[in-house]
């Protein structure tokens, strides 16, 4: 009869423990996003700014929806396409530069994450020196202010002075289609806490910004847009801003263009040359719409090139 009540205490016990079946509640994010790598003595660091949706198979040009749907197919992706927008940091030792300011709040709430993923990288925006665009559409300009007030306070901005004088003009602006005036009302409303500072410095063309780092005038999707080259012991990145946007579509067709292009024939031009290069000499590549961490090399391939994303390298 003694056994009863242990029998009863540990039934009792038994209840106070959590149900088997019960699960921890799903998180639902991701964490901060940077990846970190050497190049030569530069430290680069790709900086996450989020997603964004975008309908593929009805932007890209010169070829056709029902194609690029299959295109992305054969990749496991279909449109519209989670599209990764991204920007770089270059730590050169006396230099900390930063390609692109991702697209703050000008895109929605998916994007915005680039002073998350600074300070995770473990960097704040006032380390910052300089800041070199690639373009001034809004996904590339739209992170340098936060409300009325640069976001980097030390940092000089710079970008060629074609796109300046396209994107910041009033007189453009006025003559654009009303659809496309938000493009400038933002590149102004970004550029402009810099300019009133003094520290919006245009460059021309082919220029060495710092020792180590070179912007390459690559125009076609904008009137002004760049390529910068980053080299250092012998080691090359070049850094691509929006010379391509989808993997999957336009490393096996570099004809494939985009409706965001202001020149799409010199787009497609440069790129083809840019994939050429990459190819024969085999130095790294990154770009702002690469999958996240979006870096790699090419390898040609029939008339067209294969993208092989960097080995993932711990950083001592």
Same mark, same amino acid.
């Given at each position: 009869?003694?056994?009863?009540?242990?029998?009863?205490?540990?039934?009792? *016990?038994?209840?106070?423990?959590?149900?088997?079946?019960?699960?921890?509640?799903?998180?639902?994010?991701?964490?901060?996003?940077?990846?970190?790598?050497?190049? +030569?003595?530069?430290?680069?660091?790709? #900086?996450?700014?989020?997603? @964004?949706?975008?309908?593929?198979?009805?932007? #890209?040009?010169?070829?056709? $929806?029902?194609?690029?749907?299959?295109?992305?197919?054969?990749?496991?992706?279909?449109? $519209?396409?989670?599209?990764?927008?991204?920007?770089?940091?270059?730590?050169?030792?006396?230099?900390?530069?930063?390609? &692109?300011?991702?697209?703050?709040?000008?895109?929605?709430?998916?994007?915005?994450?680039?002073?998350?993923?600074?300070?995770?990288?473990?960097?704040?925006?006032?380390?910052?020196?300089?800041?070199?665009?690639?373009?001034?559409?809004?996904?590339?300009?739209?992170?340098?202010?936060?409300?009325?007030?640069?976001?980097?306070?030390?940092?000089?901005?710079?970008?060629?002075?074609? &796109?300046?004088?396209?994107?910041?003009?009033?007189?453009?602006? &006025?003559?654009? $289609?009303?659809?496309?005036? +938000?493009?400038?009302? *933002?590149?102004?409303?970004?550029?402009?806490?810099?300019?009133?500072?003094?520290?919006?410095? $245009?460059?021309? *063309?082919?220029?060495?910004? @710092?020792?180590?780092?070179?912007?390459?005038?690559?125009?076609?999707?904008?009137?002004?847009?760049?390529?910068?080259?980053?080299?250092?012991?012998?080691?090359? #990145?070049? #850094?691509?801003?929006?010379?391509?946007?989808?993997?999957?579509?336009?490393?096996?067709?570099?004809?494939?263009?985009?409706?965001?292009?202001?020149?799409?024939?010199?787009?497609?031009?440069?790129?083809?040359?840019?994939?050429?290069?990459?190819?024969?000499?085999?130095?790294?590549?990154?770009?702002?719409?690469?999958?996240?961490?979006?870096?790699?090399?090419?390898?040609?391939?029939?008339?067209?090139?294969?993208?092989?994303?960097?080995?993932?390298?711990? @950083?001592?």
């Amino acid at each position: 009869m003694r056994l009863l009540p242990l029998l009863a205490a540990l039934a009792a *016990g038994f209840a106070l423990l959590p149900a088997a079946q019960a699960a921890a509640p799903m998180v639902k994010t991701q964490a901060p996003g940077f990846y970190r790598m050497m190049l +030569g003595d530069f430290e680069i660091t790709v #900086l996450n700014d989020g997603t @964004v949706n975008l309908p593929m198979h009805q932007l #890209l040009t010169n070829t056709t $929806p029902e194609k690029v749907n299959a295109d992305l197919a054969r990749s496991f992706l279909r449109s $519209p396409l989670e599209t990764s927008v991204n920007a770089f940091l270059v730590n050169t030792g006396s230099k900390l530069v930063m390609i &692109d300011s991702g697209a703050g709040s000008l895109f929605g709430p998916t994007l915005g994450k680039l002073q998350a993923a600074i300070k995770a990288a473990g960097y704040q925006p006032e380390q910052i020196d300089e800041i070199y665009i690639t373009h001034m559409h809004g996904d590339h300009v739209g992170g340098l202010t936060a409300g009325d007030k640069p976001a980097f306070p030390n940092a000089v901005v710079r970008a060629d002075k074609r &796109d300046a004088e396209f994107w910041l003009s009033s007189a453009v602006m &006025d003559k654009a $289609p009303e659809a496309a005036k +938000g493009g400038f009302k *933002g590149a102004m409303a970004m550029i402009g806490p810099y300019q009133a500072a003094g520290r919006f410095k $245009p460059f021309d *063309g082919d220029t060495e910004l @710092v020792p180590g780092v070179k912007a390459l005038a690559s125009y076609g999707h904008t009137p002004g847009h760049t390529v910068y080259a980053i080299e250092s012991k012998g080691e090359k #990145l070049m #850094l691509w801003g929006d010379l391509m946007h989808v993997a999957a579509v336009q490393f096996a067709q570099p004809a494939v263009t985009i409706q965001f292009d202001s020149d799409s024939a010199a787009a497609a031009e440069r790129r083809a040359k840019a994939y050429a290069e990459a190819a024969a000499q085999g130095y790294y590549v990154g770009a702002a719409h690469l999958s996240f961490p979006a870096l790699g090399r090419l390898r040609a391939e029939g008339s067209g090139y294969t993208f092989v994303p960097v080995n993932y390298r711990a @950083v001592p």
